[in-house]
């Protein structure tokens, strides 16, 4: 809101004045300070007639008929305010002395606005020139340009130097210079308020703990303080007590309007719950919350619109209160956290018109194109399921029957993406490209430089930097920082981390546009960052890698591939300095953190909050893609053999919770039919896609110690028999022969096979059977095991009855068997009860609720009482 700094009124004259002046003039300054501005515009209008040439007066005048419009009339203040300084000769932008002690109003009220439209560097600028003039103005004077720096500071969000001024606030209150009365007591407060907003943007919780006791103490019981208490919880990561303490405030919210206080309250309540839920890990309740937020902000503005009348013009603090483009980037932030970059896109593209310095915000805006060019590569992981997709088909029959292998095996095939140029802002890699350029350009200049003026020669010359409050309190030079308005500053370390980020979605970037030379400039310039987390110097190399393959430089390659080149995996960054010097603190964190039973507060900003869904996620499956990549270059430069022998190393090494993507499976193919041995070809397909081969384990049934058995089909059902008991049902027409042996099972019009529980006796004894194959020259060691569920007996007759398997009644189940794998059913005493197919993963089984299906049911032996005539 406007502030009273503006009073200027009991400084009228520049030489002598009369008598009859001086009560002119101290009658309009007490019809001001009771706020009466049409008696006090009078009174100064008569004062004018009698002195028409005093800027001082002329100033007071613009002042008065500015109160008098209800702070509305900006502009036509800011031209009278022009005239007064051309009358009186002074440059509010230039100031390089005070003449008057009385021009310090002037200078103030200009700050006063330019703060109010958000031009805080500008007002900073005149407050520190302003401020080091101080000893000769009077203490009200001192004490609001003291406040005003401290804001603007704090909304540039520099607490260091914030805290500067506070403690010379503080050394102001013990000497004694402070302002009488009521205005003292809220200058008092204020300095307490300060203080810990000054700690809040330092993330200093120790001392924060302190001063929001002695802020309770003080009577800091408003909703300042309601809202500060729950960041404070905020930052300890007590999250619950954090909500707890701003649905305090939430009664109280609509006793304050926009106008009565220049922020909405409601505004910032629903952005707060939802930078809560976000750092909790739930995305999309914070996207609700922000949208709730935006509703709010919309309705502030529309009922201040309306509460101008006709005049259209609302008050000053009231101008740039909308919070329209921070609410735009939180919710972009939300959504492609959530899994919707082009809905993110769309908010942070608008977000980016406002703080387009900010290369963080650049960064976000490349990752939703690449978000929505390939959200995961999760699925290549997904290896039982993925067997499927090793075969594309299969042409002729019989003996002449030929597998055809598909030319490319990678999933979630990139997303159609939007046409357009590169500096277009539409969902492209192009776009990401050249957000990536901006990003890159902005860390490599100083975010907060050194501004450059010319002299009176024309030459560029470093302008001199701001006049600084030291403090011992505050450590200004202790760590650099940099501004990404509105997120919170980053600090020296932080900004390497950033780029770490630009560089690797960089490389990935330009390997996708096809141009391998600005990749691998990337990808070199990742693996030279200090301090480098595992997961990028991992990327880096494979980034590198691959551009080293598309520049036909294999050898390069190769040494990029070296799986000893990975130590870690992980994308937990080295802490900082800050943290990394104060363990007592950290233990502190960590028993409030056991107390109030949350997670854990990230110290790091740069940190990612939610489980991503990219591989590799640990480090032996990072050591295998590595592994898997060594072998394409060997297999790119005709190295057969060794390339055969690297898959081999990889998976005979690899960790039974190693993540193996299909492409190994399909390398191995390609491997073995290069090298002419088909046969292991065909025996890596009957073992991976038993869809198109008979199982291993079928030999067992059809090489018995009793004689040779085989399988004969017959009106769509196959039909298990010895082959004496063959050749004799041959002797039996094709019409007059209803069955013969025993049916396993029967084709559907669809062509697709079902198993009938008749054959349950000959499968069952090879349940446990398992078959260790391995190959020579490649590749694997390949497993075919089959897979089995015992039931309770509380519910073996539901089963039997054909209902599905429940979590209650499951008893016991195979280790790692995957999900939808076929299954048969024992009972508690290994009695063969039927077939069915996994509903959960081993692992999923143990920890879903007792109603969940964890076994779908396919047959069982009650069948032959129930459809004794359907089984044949």
């Known amino acids: 809101m406007a502030e009273k700094e503006e009073r200027g009124v009991d400084s009228l004259s520049l030489t002598v004045i009369s008598d009859q002046e001086q009560v002119i003039a101290r009658k309009a300054a007490a019809e001001f300070e009771f706020c009466t501005y049409n008696a006090c515009l009078s009174s100064l209008k008569k004062l004018e007639s009698l002195r028409p040439h005093d800027p001082k007066l002329q100033h007071n005048k613009a002042v008065t008929e500015f109160y008098l419009s209800g702070c509305k009339a900006t502009p036509q203040y800011q031209r009278a305010i022009t005239s007064v300084c051309k009358q009186a000769g002074i440059k509010l932008d230039e100031m390089e002395r005070l003449d008057d002690v009385n021009q310090g109003v002037l200078y103030l009220n200009h700050a006063v606005i330019l703060y109010h439209h958000r031009q805080y560097r500008a007002a900073i600028t005149i407050l520190n020139k302003l401020f080091s003039f101080v000893e000769p103005l009077d203490d009200r004077l001192v004490a609001r340009i003291s406040c005003l720096l401290c804001e603007c500071y704090l909304c540039i969000q520099q607490p260091d130097m914030a805290l500067g001024i506070v403690s010379f606030m503080e050394n102001s209150l013990k000497s004694g210079k402070e302002p009488s009365g009521h205005e003292g007591e809220v200058f008092k407060g204020k300095v307490v308020e300060y203080r810990v907003k000054c700690y809040l943007q330092m993330r200093n919780i120790k001392v924060l703990k302190k001063e929001v006791k002695n802020l309770t103490a003080n009577g800091g019981n408003n909703m300042s303080a309601i809202f500060m208490k729950g960041n404070l919880e905020y930052l300890k990561g007590n999250h619950r007590k954090a909500v707890h303490f701003l649905n305090s405030a939430a009664p109280l919210l609509p006793m304050v309007s926009l106008q009565e206080r220049g922020e909405s309250l409601p505004v910032m309540y ?4 939802a930078c809560i839920h976000f750092r909790m890990g739930k995305p999309n309740l914070a996207t609700f919350y922000l949208h709730k937020a935006s509703q709010e902000n919309e309705a502030a503005l529309r009922g201040l619109k309306s509460d101008s009348g006709d005049s259209g013009g609302v008050p000053l603090w009231t101008q740039f209160a909308t919070r329209h483009p921070e609410l735009l980037y939180n919710m972009g932030i939300c959504l492609l956290h959530a899994g919707k970059p082009r809905a993110a896109f769309d908010c942070l593209v608008d977000a980016i018109q406002v703080f387009h310095f900010n290369p963080l915000l650049w960064l976000r805006l490349a990752e939703c194109c690449i978000a929505a060019y390939k959200a995961d590569n999760e699925v290549d992981f997904h290896l039982q399921e993925r067997k499927k997709d090793l075969v594309q088909g299969t042409v002729g029959v019989g003996v002449h029957r030929k597998i055809i292998l598909p030319p490319r095996i990678s999933t979630g095939q990139p997303q159609n993406m939007e046409e357009g140029g590169g500096a277009m802002p539409v969902v492209s890699l192009e776009f990401a490209s050249f957000c990536l350029k901006n990003s890159l350009f902005l860390l490599a200049e100083p975010i907060i430089g050194k501004k450059k003026k010319k002299d009176s020669t024309g030459e560029e010359e470093e302008e001199k930097p701001l006049p600084k409050i030291s403090s011992p309190t505050s450590s200004p030079t202790k760590m650099a920082s940099a501004q990404v308005c509105p997120s919170n500053p980053l600090k020296t370390q932080e900004l390497g981390w950033l780029k770490c980020s630009v560089l690797a979605s960089s490389a990935y970037v330009s390997l996708r546009l096809g141009d391998p030379l600005q990749a691998l400039h990337h990808a070199l310039t990742l693996l030279e960052q200090p301090k480098l987390p595992g997961v990028y110097r991992l990327l880096g190399h494979l980034y590198a890698a691959e551009a080293l393959v598309g520049l036909d430089k294999i050898s390069e390659a190769i040494d990029h591939l070296n799986p000893d080149n990975i130590k870690d995996a992980s994308i937990v960054y080295p802490p900082t300095e800050e943290h990394a010097s104060n363990d007592h603190r950290e233990k502190e964190r960590e028993k409030e953190r056991e107390r109030e039973r949350e997670g854990s507060r990230e110290a790091n900003p740069m940190q990612p909050r939610f489980a991503p869904k990219w591989f590799p996620n640990s480090l032996s499956t990072a050591k295998m893609v590595m592994q898997y990549n060594l072998t394409v270059a060997h297999s790119l430069r005709g190295e057969l053999e060794k390339a055969g022998e690297s898959l081999k190393t990889l998976w005979v090494s690899k960790d039974p919770n190693t993540d193996i993507p299909i492409q190994v499976i399909l390398l191995a193919l390609y491997i073995q039919v290069q090298l002419g041995h088909t046969d292991i070809a065909r025996k890596i397909i009957k073992q991976h896609c038993p869809q198109y081969s008979v199982g291993e384990n079928v030999k067992l049934l059809l090489e018995r110690a009793d004689g040779q058995y085989c399988f004969r089909l017959m009106r769509d059902r196959v039909y298990y028999m010895s082959e004496v008991l063959m050749k004799q049902a041959a002797s039996i027409g094709r019409d007059d022969l209803l069955s013969a042996g025993t049916c396993f099972g029967k084709f559907t019009k669809g062509k697709k096979f079902r198993l009938h529980v008749t054959a349950l006796d ?29 039931v309770r007996p509380s ?23 995957p999900k939808y794998q076929g299954v048969i059913i024992l009972s508690m005493s290994d009695l063969p009860l039927g077939f069915g197919v996994a509903a959960k993963s081993t692992g999923e089984c143990r920890t879903a609720d007792p109603m969940t299906i964890v076994c ?13 005539n359907e089984l044949i």
């Open 270 to 273: 629903y952005n707060n719950m």
């Open 762 to 790: 000959y499968l069952a004894p090879y349940a446990q059977n398992v078959v260790d194959w391995r190959m020579p020259h490649v590749t694997c060691v390949i497993v075919f095991q089959q897979y089995k569920v015992w």
């Open 795 to 817: 519910a073996e007759q539901q089963f039997l009855y054909g209902q599905h398997i429940l979590k209650s009644g499951l008893a016991r189940i195979s280790e790692a068997t």
């Open 856 to 868: 779908f049911h396919q047959a069982d032996i009650g069948e032959y009482l129930r459809n004794e």
